[in-house]
C-alpha cells in the first residue's frame, strides 16, 4: 500500500510538473502569436465592415484617389482644445478614425489635431479667428453654464488641407439642412467633406462650367447662391452666343487669307441654361446642338409657360399661357419633350394668402397652393439617393420621346400619385388653394419633373441643315455626337435663389421664405452638375446614406410575450448547455487518468 500511495504521489508531481509546462508554453506561444499578428498588420491594412450599409468603409473612389496620391498631403484638424464641448470631442475622434483610415491606404497622408487658440491672449485669439474667417472656417460659438456661470467656446470647425504648394479648407461640421442632429449629419458627410478638397487640389486643370445669358435666362444674382457652390470645384462663369459660333468652342484663324481655320475643344465641359424667356435664334440652337456632338453637357432648366409666383404678388389670378421658346425641336431629338402645362399635386406648400382685416391691417394665413410641389418621389440614382425633399414652382411634364436605342433615360424627380395636369392658356388663381380639392381631379401619378439622358445623341439638324450653316464646311458639322449627358427639368424656378436687396444677400436655392424652411434645391442642382462633370466618385461619396436601423413596432406588439420569453430563455439556455458540456468533459477527461 506504501508503495502504491508513492507511486500515486509521484504521478501527481510529474503531471502538475507537466500541466505547468504545458501551460507556460501555451502562454508564450499566444503572446508570441499577439506579437506577430501585431507586427504584420503594422504593415498591412485590412478592415472587415458587417454593416449593410458599409459606414465604416470608404468608397471605391476614395481608395484610388488615395492610391494615386503623388505626393504629401497634410490635414490640420484644429477640433482640439482643453474646454472643447463633449460632442465636439466626441465628433473629433471620428474625424481621427477616418484619417487614419486614409494613412491605412496612402502613406502620403499626414494628419495632427491642433488647439490653435491654447496659451494665446484675448487679442490673438481675436486675430487668429479672423484669419479662419478669412480662410473659409468661421468658428462657431458653443455656449455652456459651468460654476461661475455661462462661458463661450470657440470651437473651429474643419482643417486646413495642403497639398504642394496650395493648400484649402475642408469644413467638417456641417449643420443637418432639416434640423436635426448635427452630428450624425457631418459624420455621413466627413469623408466627402475630406476627399473633396484634396480632389480640388490634385486637379491640375478645373472643369469649366458656364451659364447661358441672352435669352432672358435668370441673372447672376438669381443664381448666384449655387454658382457659388459650384465654385468650390468648377471654374464658373457666365456666356452669351449672339450667334457666335466660336462662343462655346475654341476656332482661331490660321490664315486670314485662305480663311483657314483652327478647330479646337469645346471650351466648357457643362453649360447651364437657366429658366431662358426668350425665344432662341437658330444660329444658337445650332451652336449649342454642335457643342453637345462635341461631347458636352447640357442642364436644361425649362419654363415652358410663363406663370410664375411672381404674378400673383399684385393680383389673385393671372392668364397663363404656353412660352414661345422654340427649343421643342432640340429637346424632341435628344428624347424628351417639355409639355406646356402646369401640375397641380396635393403634395404641395403653403404660401400666405390674405383672408381679411382687422382694422385697417390685412391678416394672412398660410394655405396649401397645389402649383408649388412639395417634390419628395425620386428615381434609382446616386444624384437623387440623398435628396429628401425638392421645392418646385409651377412645374410642367416631361414625355421620354424618341426611338433613339443608343440614349439612357433616368427619371429624376416626380410628382406624387395624387397629381393633376392644368393645360394652358388657363387661368392660375389663388382661389385654388381656398377651395376643397377634389380627389379625383388628381387621377395622375409620379409625372416626370426632371430627366437624365445620356449616350450618342443625333444632331436636330441632321437632314435638315440650313443653307447658311451647310456653306461653312470649315466648322466640321457632326450629325451623331459621341457619348454625352444631359439633364432636363420642367421648373427653372428650382435653381434659383431668393435675394434680399435690403441687405444685399441671397437665400439659398430652395429656402422658402414664409415657412423658413430650408429644401434640397442646392444639393440637387450640384449633384446635377457633378455627374455631367464625370465626378461619379465625388457624386457617391454625396449620395451615402447611413440608416439606423429601427425596430418593426407591430411586430413587437405582435409576438411580445414570445420575444420577452425568447429573450430571458435562450441566454440561460446557452449558459446551461455550456455548463453541461463542461461538466462532461471533465469527468470523460478524469475518467481517463483513472482508468490509467
Known amino acids: 500500500m506504501k508503495r502504491f500511495w508513492e507511486k500515486s504521489n509521484k504521478g501527481q508531481t510529474e503531471g502538475g510538473k507537466q500541466f505547468k509546462r504545458n501551460t507556460i508554453i501555451g502562454l508564450l506561444v499566444a503572446l508570441a502569436a499577439v506579437i506577430l499578428v501585431n507586427v504584420i498588420s503594422s504593415f498591412l491594412f485590412y478592415r472587415i465592415d458587417l454593416t449593410k450599409d458599409k459606414r465604416h468603409s470608404l468608397s471605391k473612389g476614395t481608395i484610388e484617389m488615395l492610391n494615386n496620391l503623388e505626393d504629401r498631403v497634410y490635414i490640420r484638424v484644429y477640433l482640439k482644445g482643453k474646454d472643447q464641448p463633449a460632442d465636439y470631442q466626441l465628433f473629433a475622434k471620428q474625424v481621427e478614425q477616418v484619417l487614419q483610415d486614409f494613412r491605412g491606404y496612402s502613406k ?18 481675436n486675430s487668429i479667428l479672423g484669419e479662419f474667417v478669412k480662410k473659409g472656417l468661421d468658428p462657431i460659438p458653443v455656449s455652456r453654464e459651468d460654476g461661475s456661470g455661462y462661458s463661450t467656446h470657440m470651437v473651429i470647425p474643419g482643417a486646413i488641407v495642403s497639398y504642394r504648394d496650395h493648400e484649402y479648407p475642408a469644413k467638417l461640421v456641417v449643420s443637418d439642412p432639416s434640423g436635426a442632429n448635427w452630428m450624425q449629419y457631418s459624420i455621413e458627410e466627413l469623408e466627402y467633406n475630406l476627399v473633396a478638397p484634396i480632389r480640388r487640389l490634385m486637379k491640375t486643370e478645373k472643369p469649366r462650367v458656364a451659364f447661358l445669358d441672352g435669352h432672358g435666362e435668370l441673372d447672376f444674382w438669381n443664381t448666384c447662391w449655387v454658382g457659388m457652390q459650384l465654385q468650390r470645384f468648377y471654374n464658373v462663369g457666365r456666356i452669351t452666343l449672339d450667334g457666335k459660333i466660336n462662343s462655346l468652342r475654341e476656332i482661331s484663324v490660321l490664315d486670314s487669307t485662305s480663311q483657314t481655320l483652327e478647330l479646337g475643344r469645346n471650351k466648357y465641359d457643362v453649360l447651364i441654361i437657366a429658366q ?42 393671372f392668364f397663363a399661357t404656353p412660352r414661345a421658346l422654340y427649343v421643342n425641336d432640340l429637346l424632341f431629338t435628344y428624347g424628351v419633350r417639355i409639355n406646356p402645362n402646369l401640375i397641380q399635386d396635393l403634395s404641395c406648400l403653403p404660401i400666405p394668402q390674405q383672408v381679411g382685416f382687422i382694422g385697417d391691417q ?60 392644368v393645360p394652358t392658356p388657363s387661368i392660375v388663381t389663388l382661389k385654388v388653394g381656398v377651395t376643397q380639392p377634389n380627389p379625383q381631379e388628381f387621377a395622375f401619378r409620379n409625372l416626370p419633373v426632371a430627366v437624365l439622358v445620356e449616350g450618342e ?86 449620395s451615402k446614406n447611413f440608416r439606423i436601423g429601427s425596430l418593426n413596432k407591430e411586430k413587437i406588439r405582435g409576438h411580445k410575450t414570445f420575444l420577452a420569453t425568447l ?16 461538466i462532461l468533459l471533465r469527468k470523460s477527461k478524469f475518467s481517463r487518468k483513472n482508468s490509467k
Open 276 to 317: 431662358p424667356t426668350q425665344p432662341f435664334k437658330e444660329y444658337d440652337k445650332y451652336i449649342i446642338d454642335q457643342f453637345i456632338m462635341r461631347g458636352g453637357k447640357v442642364l436644361w432648366l425649362i419654363d415652358n409657360t410663363t406663370a410664375s409666383l411672381d404674378s400673383l404678388q399684385n393680383t389673385p389670378e
Open 457 to 542: 445623341f443625333e444632331s436636330a439638324f441632321k437632314g435638315i441643315l440650313p443653307v447658311e450653316f451647310d456653306t461653312i464646311k470649315e466648322l466640321d458639322f457632326r450629325p451623331k455626337g459621341e457619348y454625352s449627358r444631359q439633364i432636363f427639368v420642367s421648373d427653372g424656378d428650382i435653381i434659383r435663389n431668393p435675394f434680399d436687396k435690403k441687405r444685399n444677400q441671397p437665400y439659398p436655392a430652395g429656402y422658402d421664405i414664409y415657412t423658413r424652411k430650408m429644401y434640397d434645391n442646392t444639393e440637387f442642382i450640384v449633384n446635377c452638375v457633378n455627374y455631367l462633370c464625370a465626378d461619379d466618385d465625388l457624386l457617391q461619396l454625396r
Open 108 to 125: 502620403n497622408v499626414y494628419f495632427e489635431f491642433i488647439d490653435p487658440l491654447e496659451g494665446k491672449t484675448a487679442e490673438e485669439v
Open 362 to 421: 390685412p391678416q394672412y394665413k398660410f394655405m396649401a397652393f397645389p402649383y408649388i410641389l412639395d417634390i419628395v418621389n425620386f428615381g434609382d440614382h446616386p444624384i437623387v439617393r440623398n435628396i429628401k425633399e425638392v421645392k418646385s414652382e409651377f412645374a410642367g411634364s416631361i414625355d421620354l420621346v424618341g426611338k433613339n436605342a443608343d440614349l439612357k433615360k433616368t427619371v429624376l424627380l416626380c410628382s406624387s400619385d395624387r397629381s393633376k395636369l
Open 567 to 582: 429573450n430571458i430563455v435562450i441566454p440561460l439556455a446557452v449558459i446551461a448547455i455550456m455548463g453541461i458540456i463542461l
